[in-house]
């Protein structure tokens, strides 16, 4: 019996230290294949990544800062929105959230809240001259965006809103994202999770997110998706996640103190953010807003209908501009 446990105690910490050594070693080839593509500004306690696109002077509503969604960074916006945008003259400053991409995260696990991010995210626009602008946020970013427009009016112009989270919303979280965000559990379990679980289901995450369209050509590697597996990432998105339904409960009755033009756009089959909860619901609570349901389109508008959005952040620039003393 003693020899049976000891061989079994043996294949357990073999196994993870395997898992261990696998995720290092993938962790920092992601990083080498995907170094910082913009540069860095200096926030309270740390500095946030960013690319700063387009023309430097640029007025407030020719001034775009994109936010992006969980599980990605700031090539998940820039890479079907940056070029029509700067060719059309505006100024695109994408921003890695805290913890995300190549930023910092400054407070740790405080740095979850979508509060805290926002009042870093409102640091680096001031810091880089766009403290004021049109937010466009997709996804989990849409509980930073509107908290950025509550908490920081002065920097929020304007807002378009991509499949955006706003609401309190049935059946909870995948359970990687609540164990993830444990302490010590979490920072074990980024440790030993992320690489094998990639190559289960990020090939599938990622068709989810575009189905019914199609996932575009090389969309892993041009968004460097695999920067996500480096665990101080992994675990900084669970706590993200896991934090973000506290914070639209908390949130989600005051989305009427919004006063700037805003625009949401959604798909009607998004399975991962539902349009009926959250982006349906938030256009009725701010005066004013514009939603737009595209039908048989899910959890990516961007990608289904780039030109669209193009053209509503246009009709949100005019509006800004006319609102301008």
Same mark, same amino acid.
């Given at each position: 019996?003693?020899?049976?446990? %000891?061989?079994?105690?043996?294949i357990f910490s073999s196994l993870v230290a395997t ?14 294949? &995907?170094p910082p593509s913009g540069s860095f500004v ?25 936010? &992006? ?16 945008? *700067?060719?059309?003259?505006?100024? $695109? ?6 913890? &995300? ?34 937010? $466009? ?6 509980? *930073?965006?509107?908290?950025? +427009? ?6 929020? #112009? ?24 444990? @302490? ?10 992320? $690489?094998?679980?990639?190559?289960? %289901? ?6 989810? *997110?575009?189905?019914?369209? +199609? %996932? @575009?050509?090389?969309?892993? +590697? ?48 998004? %399975? ?5 909860? &959250? ?10 807003? #514009? ?18 959005? $193009? ?13 301008? @003393?």
């Amino acid at each position: 019996m003693a020899r049976l446990m %000891t061989m079994i105690l043996f294949i357990f910490s073999s196994l993870v230290a395997t898992l261990a050594i696998w995720t290092q070693i993938v962790a920092a080839r992601a990083a080498a294949e &995907h170094p910082p593509s913009g540069s860095f500004v200096a926030v309270t306690g740390g500095q946030l990544h960013l690319r700063d696109m387009g023309p430097r002077d640029a007025p407030p509503e020719r001034t775009l800062v994109l936010i &992006h969604g969980a599980s990605c960074n700031l090539l998940a916006l820039t890479l079907p929105l940056a070029e029509p945008l *700067v060719a059309a003259g505006y100024r $695109v400053v994408a921003i890695d959230r805290p913890g &995300h991409g190549w930023s910092d995260r400054p407070g740790g696990r405080t740095d979850a809240s979508p509060v805290r991010q926002a009042a870093l995210i409102a640091e680096a626009m001031q810091s880089v001259g766009a403290g004021e602008a049109i937010v $466009v946020a997709h996804s989990f970013a849409g509980a *930073v965006a509107t908290t950025l +427009a509550a908490d920081h009016p002065a920097r929020v #112009k304007g807002l378009l809103l991509l499949s955006p989270v706003t609401h309190p919303w049935p059946g909870g979280i995948a359970w990687y994202y609540s164990a993830g965000s444990i @302490p010590v559990i979490g920072w074990v379990l980024a440790r030993l999770l992320p $690489v094998p679980g990639a190559a289960l %289901t990020m090939e599938a995450g990622v068709a989810s *997110v575009f189905k019914p369209q +199609a %996932t @575009p050509a090389d969309y892993t +590697a041009k968004t460097a998706l695999t920067l996500l597996l480096r665990p101080d990432n992994f675990e900084a998105n669970a706590q993200d996640v896991a934090a973000l339904y506290d914070h639209v409960v908390a949130r989600s009755g005051s989305y009427a103190d919004i006063k700037v033009p805003t625009t949401i756009i959604a798909g009607s089959t998004d %399975t991962v953010v539902s349009s009926t909860i &959250h982006a349906a619901t938030f256009g009725r609570q701010v005066a004013g807003a #514009k939603t737009i349901i595209l039908d048989h389109v899910g959890h990516a508008p961007h990608h289904a209908d780039t030109g669209l959005v $193009v053209r509503e952040i246009g009709d949100i620039s005019v509006k800004v501009a006319q609102a301008r @003393p």
